[in-house]
Structures are given as structure tokens and as C-alpha cells.
């Protein structure tokens, strides 16, 4: 089981633990407020906008290409935004902490 | 309304799909402590529609990955499904609804989320025909999947050239399929695209080694044991193991009618998502809405419309005064291409394509009307998918001689006429 907290906008830091699929839909399966996946995680909606805490980065990566695209004039972007669609669970995340992009 | 006034009321909501499901798990984040029961007729647990005519037909993955919820996250919200199950009528007097079986369940709060089924156009001899398919539903991907492994000459006929018509074909051409598409039209995508995409999605077509014909409009359909002889209006003659039909949908809105609530080119609504009775909503495809950004009516087939819709619905529920105003957008995966659309270019008078330099083919068609803005399709080019929503939403003027300029950087600053 991989655990991973969401901290959304009215800063409340919620917890849950998966252990496949995305981190966009384990969010969405819990309700996390700001999260909604709309597009079912084909990159091409950005409802599931995140900012991953700067310890984890390197664990997650850098976007890919057609994921930079669809940040880079997204609001309130930031270096560690990611489309949680694009995250997939693994053990390596462990722990990670993510804040919900306004 | 406040909780303790909801808890001991009922809303039931017809259909579990996009609209349905979503909308029962915004009642919840609204703070609605009563009953949630969702009927649908479809027994599966409710999944992506969209994944359907792309990667679910060419995947392994399992159905597991394409539910909209785990089973689990229903039971957590309260959420009652009741699938397999068809909405016979409604009975608006004493707000209940009535089941196949005959029973009877009644309502505080109604919410018809019905939505679509695919169109089966009356061609001679089609009821006849062999391995005959629609997409719209699991079930249907799933026949088309197993029916396509089974038949041993692989000639697959789609019918109809819109977006499901093409991905289904590109995703059967993955599989290996001999893949002919006709369309009635003179060009692909016809309703809804200008013709340069049309040519653009036909050499795609084209180079993958599908057979596009347009202006093929189907007469007949000859079954003949193991295969299918496709007659069109001009005489020729297609043969076929399998065929899927995609020629479009009807809104599911004979509940609404018989119910005597407004029904025009969908189910009628007001900016709250509500249609002629203060109980009932109706939301997503079956809906006939207004867009205030483009001071219109319009019916929408789109998961945005469905999931923006039911939000919508369950905030007016909950007492709050919810207006629904949104760009609409929309997407489609064939082979490797990503096709973004914004807005609604009903009425335009001038497209600009603006090409990309470099690498692959990446361009994007800017639907004017005079100097306004009014949608933006991009092809592998998320960019100017998210710039054009940008500039719909705010009604920016953008400076056309720049826009068509590739050598312009994709900035906002660079393609925005300065206001003085
Ligand atoms: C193959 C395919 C690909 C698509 N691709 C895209 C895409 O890429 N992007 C996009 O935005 N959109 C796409 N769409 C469209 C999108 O799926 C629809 O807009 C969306 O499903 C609409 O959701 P809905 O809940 O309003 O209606 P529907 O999904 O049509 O669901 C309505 C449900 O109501 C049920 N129902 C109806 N009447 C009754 C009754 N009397 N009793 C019980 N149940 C009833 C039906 O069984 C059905 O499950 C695609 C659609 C298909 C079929
Ligand atoms: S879910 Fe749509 S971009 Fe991530």
C-alpha cells in the first residue's frame, strides 16, 4: 500500500492509501475536493492539477510533453505542478504529499 | 436547506453514467444527508463512456481500470446502486416513479440523467444483419471485441464518419482489422469540424490503411450467412464479417414527455439545471440547455457537459443558486493523434490554421466570427488548446496576423491585440 496526502485549498490534509491505478483517480475515489478528473486521466483537462512537495520531485518526475503543454499557462502553475492523471502508484511513492492547485 | 432537512428525503437519479454518478457524489460534497438511489438499465457498474471506441477495444487492461468509481466509494458515500433496473414512468403528483416490476418508489427530488442511445437508422435488411453493432455501451465494445477475435476474414465496415465512427475504426485497425469507413457526408466529421480537419483526419485515415469513401449513403444491408453485402445509393457494393454503426444518437427523453415536463431538442432546463417542475432536474446529454457565453440553446453529447451539469444540479438541490455558464470541450484519440476542441464554432466566418514548426504534425484551427473568437481545434497541440479556452473565457481579441505567424511564439502577450 502506497499513502499519499492531499492537502486541498481549505487546508485540510486528507491521507488515503492505494496501491495501482492513478494518483488522479485514488483522489478522486476519495472525494478530494479540487481533484475531479473529468477527461478519466487522458491529459486533456487538467482538473487534476497538483503541486508535489518539493522532497518527492525527484520521485515523481518531470511532466511529459503534452503535460507541460497543458501547464504551462494554466493558473496558478508553479515548477512542481504535475497532472495527478499522469502519476501512477507505486511503492516508490510512499508518502508522498501533495497540494491541491487552486 | 440544511442537512437535518435533507435526511429524511429521497433523490433518485435516473441513469448511472457520467451525469448520473457524478451528480450523486456532488449531492454528497453539497452536504445532502438523505437517501441516494441511482437506477440505471445497464447492469454493469457505471464506467467511461469515452475509453469505449479508444483504448478499452484495444486493451487487456481489464474493465476494472475504465469505472468511473470503485465499488467501495458508492458504500462510503451511501449511494444505492440499482442496476439492471429500467424506469418504467413517473408519476409527477405523487412524485414517484414506477419500475418494470411494477413498483413504486417515491421521490423528494428527481434528477434525469437518461442521456443517449445510439441511433439505428432504418436501412432495409439491417435487422438481418450479421455481427451488427452500436457503441455506445460496454456491452457493445465488448461484443465488438469478441465478434471481431471470432469472425476469421476480418473485413469490418464502419458506418457513419463522426468521432466514435473513427476511433472505433483507428482502434480496429490496431487490431489488425481490414477497416472501410463510409460516410453520407462529402467530407469526415462534417457536422462538427472545418473541412481542413475533415482532410486531415482523412489522410490520417488514409496512411493507417483505412478505406474512407464519403458521399456513400446505405440503401441496404444483404445478409449472407458469414458475411454482409452493403449496398449504397450509387450502386456500389461493400462486403462485410462485422459492421458498426455510428451514425449518431437520440436523447432518451420519452420519461420526460410522458411525465409532461418541456421537451424540445433534449429535456428542458433552466440555468439550474431544472426543467418544468421545481423537483425534477435534468442533466448531461439528454438536456436541452442555455449558453450564456454563447446566447444560445443547445444540446451537447460531452462528459464536460455531463459532469458540469451535474454539479450544477446538486448545488441548486442543495439550495444554493447555481448558474451554469461554461465553454464546452471536448477531445478525441485516434491512433496517436490528440485532438483538443474548445468552445462551439456554430456560426463562424473564418478559420485561421496556424501550423507549428519542428517536430510532428501539430496545428490548430481558430474558428472566427469577425473578430470574436469562437472555438479552437488542436491537433497534438495541448498549447493552443488551453491559450484559445483562455482567450474564449475572457473574450480577448487576438491579432489574426500574428496568430497565423508560427514563427510567434505561443505566448498570450505576443498574440493578444493590446487593448489602449
Ligand atoms: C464510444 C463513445 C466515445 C465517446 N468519447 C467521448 C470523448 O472522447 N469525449 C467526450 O467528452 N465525450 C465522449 N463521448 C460522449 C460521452 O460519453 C457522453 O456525453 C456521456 O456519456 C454523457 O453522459 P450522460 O450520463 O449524460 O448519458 P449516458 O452516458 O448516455 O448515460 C445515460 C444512462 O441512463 C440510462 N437510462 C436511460 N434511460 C433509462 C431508464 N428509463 N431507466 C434506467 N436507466 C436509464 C442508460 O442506460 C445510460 O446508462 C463518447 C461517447 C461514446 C459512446
Ligand atoms: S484527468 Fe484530465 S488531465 Fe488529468
Known sequence: ?102 | MSESQTINQVCIIIGASHAGVNCAFALRKEGWEGQILVYDADPQLPYHRPPLSKGYLVSNEGFERNLLMPPEAYDRQRIILKLGTRVKSINRTIKSITLEDHSIQKYDKLILATGARPFIPAIPGIDQANNLFPMRTAQDALDIRNTFERIKTKRVLVIGGGYIGLETAASLRKLGAEVTLLERENRLLARVTAPEMSEYFRQLHTEKGVQIFTNKNVTAIQSKGEYNKVICDDQSIFKADMIVIGVGIRVNKALAEEAGLTVENGIKVDASARTSDQDIFAIGDCTYHFNPHYNCFLRLESVQNAVDQAKVAAAAISGKNPVYNTIPWFWSDQYDVKLQMVGLSNGYNQTIIRKEEGEGNRFSVWYFKDHTLLAVDAINNPKAYVLGTKFIKNQQKIDKSKLVDSSVAFKPQNLLVLQG
Open chain 1, 1 to 102: 500500500m502506497t499513502k499519499i496526502t492531499f492537502i486541498t485549498s481549505d487546508n485540510e490534509s486528507i491521507t488515503v492509501e492505494g496501491h495501482s491505478g492513478s494518483v488522479m483517480q485514488l483522489a478522486v475515489q476519495h472525494g478530494i475536493k479540487g481533484i475531479d478528473g473529468d477527461c478519466g486521466g487522458v491529459c486533456s483537462c487538467a482538473t487534476c492539477h497538483v503541486h508535489v512537495a518539493e522532497d518527492y520531485f525527484e520521485k515523481t518526475g518531470q511532466a511529459g510533453d503534452i503535460e507541460k503543454d497543458m501547464l504551462e499557462f494554466e493558473d496558478n502553475v508553479s515548477e512542481f505542478s504535475r497532472l495527478s492523471c499522469q502519476l501512477e502508484i507505486n511503492d516508490s511513492l510512499d508518502g508522498l504529499v501533495l497540494t491541491v492547485a487552486k
